[in-house]
């Protein structure tokens, strides 16, 4: 039972390259979201989707954007790389969002912008 | 004033010792209460996850959630080096601003803890 899995799992870009981080998750779960953890700043929502087709933005969205075309996968794109997006990044899944599911995380892609 | 405050500690404590975790909240609308666990470089995973003030208890963890004090805790009796992790809480309120049937989630900084053999 895989669960969560989260590609790559390091990486490191240049200022303005672009590419996307990848999230899939094998527990047919409606609801995944992906979060940023930085130091002194805690877990912070960036977008996040409640089923096939739907997608959201939350607390963080700038400069990131998402798709949602299977239930399975929710990639993350990075625009034009800027160094304050470095910080790790954790893809989340829960059966549906009604505030008492757990939620399953991803065990993180470290990213890293020069 | 942030909705969930969490003293990032780091806290160090010998094996065998009660630990004790503690988040405070400002939003009265928060319903879930929840206690992630966080090893280095790894997801968080969820440990206890409570909705009513009182405690729970799942073995050597106690849950404690005061509503009336907004105040939530965590506490670890007999805490081993497995114990070691960064533990966050984390609460739940619906969420009026999203059009829909949705939940937020909001979580606290995290506690660093270090449990010596």
């Known amino acids: 039972n895989a669960g969560v899995t989260q590609t790559p799992k390091f990486q490191v870009l240049k200022t303005g390259q672009s590419m996307t981080l990848q999230c899939a998750q094998d527990?047919?779960?409606?609801?995944m979201s992906w979060y940023r953890q930085d130091p002194g700043m805690g877990l912070r929502l960036i977008h996040y989707?409640?089923?096939?087709?739907?997608?959201d933005q939350g607390e963080v969205p700038n400069g990131y954007n998402v798709s949602r075309s299977t239930t399975e996968d929710f990639p993350l794109r990075l625009l034009s790389a800027a160094p304050s997006q470095t910080s790790v990044y954790f893809c989340?899944?829960?059966?549906?969002?009604?505030?008492?599911?757990?939620?399953?995380f991803g065990d993180g892609t470290r990213l890293s912008i020069l | 004033q942030k909705e969930v405050e969490q003293d990032p500690g780091p806290l160090s404590v010998p094996e065998g010792a009660i630990v004790s975790l503690n988040c405070t909240y400002s939003?009265?609308?928060?319903?879930?209460f929840m206690w992630y666990r966080q090893y280095s470089r790894k997801g968080p995973e969820l440990l206890m996850y409570?909705?009513?003030?009182g405690n729970k208890e799942d073995g050597r963890f106690t849950a404690q959630v005061d509503k009336s004090s907004k105040y939530i805790s965590l506490f670890i009796r007999d805490s081993q080096p497995s114990d070691s992790a960064t533990y966050l809480c984390?609460?739940?309120?619906?969420?009026?601003?999203?059009?829909?049937?949705?939940?937020?989630?909001?979580f606290g900084k995290g506690t660093l803890l270090t449990v010596n053999p």
């Open positions: 939003n009265s609308a928060f319903q879930y």
């Open positions: 989340a899944s829960s059966i549906e969002n009604t505030g008492n599911q757990p939620q399953h």
């Open positions: 409570t909705y009513s003030s």
């Open positions: 984390a609460m739940s309120a619906y969420d009026w601003d999203s059009g829909g049937s949705n939940y937020k989630l909001t």
């Open positions: 527990m047919n779960h409606e609801y």
């Open positions: 989707s409640v089923g096939a087709g739907i997608t």
